[in-house]
């Protein structure tokens, strides 16, 4: 049974463009969060996505936005990068809310260097 | 934001010793999830304990809750050098659905020496 799988591992982008990073849920999960992890802190939440539509934002501005596929796979792309976009970036996958069932879990993350 | 913090910001201890880590938090929650990262890689969940619980326990993991001090403790038993990694807490305050966003601590590093 596979896990969350994100790709790519890393990669690296010069200011001003774009990037878009991609994640594969667990087999059996429906919602897809994502995270940003800035060197030496904890994740904090980007958006979460469940049945295609975004269901929750943190806070962030509108360059960064993200897809839900019908498989339940999801992208987030990033507009406009900005050197302080550089940070691993965490897709997480869940059952469906109010299952009860509450644990996320985390795929090995994209590391975005930008220059 | 941090909802939180994690204390200590580090910790050494020696192989076979227990270790000892708390988290704070700003607001109610439905739940809260200790994980682990080693050297900047995924996290894996460790644990999670709901606000009506006090106290969980999974193999060498010991969870407290205090919901009226707003803070949790994870400790671990008889630490192997495999231990080395960042530990972190997460808050979910959702209560309609349950796995909404999580809100992460700042991390304890614990460094386990062989």
């Known amino acids: 049974d596979a896990g969350v799988t994100q790709s790519p591992t890393h990669l690296i982008k010069t200011r001003g463009q774009q990037v878009t990073l991609r994640c594969s849920p667990k087999s059996g999960h429906d919602t897809v969060s994502w995270y940003q992890q800035a060197l030496g802190q904890g994740p904090q939440f980007i958006f979460q996505?469940?049945?295609?539509?975004?269901?929750q934002r943190g806070n962030f501005p509108d360059r960064f936005s993200g897809h839900q596929f019908p498989n339940y796979s999801s992208e987030l792309n990033v507009n406009a990068l900005l050197l302080g976009d550089s940070a691993l970036y965490l897709c997480?996958?869940?059952?469906?809310?109010?299952?009860?069932?509450?644990?996320?879990?985390f795929g090995p993350g994209t590391r975005l260097t930008v220059t | 934001s941090q909802q939180g913090e994690e204390d200590p910001q580090a910790l050494s201890i020696q192989e076979g010793e227990n270790a000892t880590m708390n988290c704070s938090y700003k607001t109610s929650i439905n739940n809260l999830q200790w994980y682990r990262q080693n050297s900047g890689r995924g996290l894996v969940h460790l644990i999670l304990?709901?606000?009506?619980?006090r106290e969980k326990h999974s193999g060498r993991l010991r969870v407290t809750l205090d919901t009226s001090k707003k803070s949790s403790s994870l400790l671990i038993t008889a630490s192997r050098a495999a231990d080395t990694a960042s530990y972190f807490c997460?808050?979910?305050?959702?209560?309609?659905?349950?796995?909404?966003?999580?809100?992460f601590g700042t991390g304890t590093r614990l460094t386990i020496i062989p």
């Open positions: 304990i709901r606000s009506n619980e």
């Open positions: 997460a808050t979910d305050a959702s209560w309609n659905f349950g796995n909404e966003k999580l809100t």
């Open positions: 996505y469940y049945e295609e539509e975004e269901r």
């Open positions: 997480a996958s869940s059952p469906a809310p109010g299952q009860g069932r509450n644990e996320q879990y």
